[in-house]
């Protein structure tokens, strides 16, 4: 599958295509998941922002019985215009099961560069299953506030801040309201979850200076959103649990069913 919109640059794109292709050929690696992560995908770029393209892949079998297991990251150059690197499946596992919510939010990334539904559907149920619900809302609270901190030191401050305090917020909500693995997207968040009036008025016209201004672009925090986002981050807890042992036996049974269908023939 392939939702990439025609308002993304085409040289771009290409470039990203065949690093995605450099990517398998180089390391003999399957990448059944790449798209675009970052304020692309979560809904407010600037003009100058830049592509975040996140993969997931996987080795053939006999590469996790190693002794020597080549790295759980594979990384290509970063430039002014592309970030491109991926996560090896295992990895995307292991953090999810520690209640790290980014595999969920690439798995749930509205631009897809190529991917297998049947492979995104996989690990959606598995990181479902076995991430710890309380240990998510500790990774968006964190998030928010290390955002939000940043955010209001001052009477001018990065648009790029406030967007990235708001969204774990509202993901945060979302979670108030939902269980499974919340969207990615502002708007999908705004559409399932209810702010007040003033709230989604002050974030419109927010995200449309935004999308006017370079990406070091400052301007106040409005009103409404900073009272709300202190309202939501009142009483969120921080910090890590500790392990579920029951979660972690299903995540490396889940982790053994996938390897089993995705991992390429070793050759």
């Known amino acids: 599958m392939r939702t990439i919109p ?16 450099g990517v398998a050929a180089e390391h003999g690696v399957r990448v059944p998941w790449a798209i675009e992560s970052g304020s692309r995908a979560w809904g407010f770029a600037s003009p100058d922002s830049d592509y975040d393209c996140r993969f997931l892949f996987v080795r053939p079998v006999s590469a996790y019985l190693a002794l020597w297991p080549a790295r759980d990251v594979i990384e290509t150059p970063l430039d002014a215009v592309l970030d491109v690197n991926g996560w090896d499946l295992a990895k995307a596992v292991r953090l999810a099961t520690a209640g790290n919510a ?3 939010e690439w798995l749930r990334s509205p631009l897809v560069y190529d991917g297998d539904s049947a492979f995104r559907d996989d690990l959606l149920a598995l990181v479902a299953d076995v991430a710890d619900p309380a240990a998510v809302r500790r990774h968006y609270a964190h998030v928010a506030r290390a955002q939000w901190d940043h955010a209001v030191d001052g009477d001018d401050v990065r648009l790029k801040r406030v967007f990235y305090a708001v969204r774990p917020a509202l993901t945060l909500r979302w979670l108030d309201e939902h269980t499974g693995v919340p969207p990615m997207a ?19 016209a927010l995200r449309d200076l935004k999308a006017r201004t370079r ?18 981050l009142a009483g969120e807890e921080d910090g890590v649990g500790p392990p579920d042992p029951a979660r ?18 070793a050759g």
């Open 6 to 21: 025609d308002t993304f640059d085409p040289a771009a794109v290409a470039a990203i295509d065949a690093r995605l292709a």
């Open 102 to 104: 980014t595999v969920g």
């Open 186 to 204: 502002l708007d999908a968040l705004l559409a399932e979850v209810g702010v007040p009036a003033e709230v989604g008025e002050e974030l419109a």
């Open 215 to 232: 990406e070091i672009g400052t301007a106040a925090v409005p009103r409404a959103i900073a009272a709300w986002v202190r309202d939501v």
């Open 248 to 265: 972690r036996e299903r995540a490396e049974a889940g982790f053994r069913a996938l390897l089993e269908r995705w991992a390429p023939d």
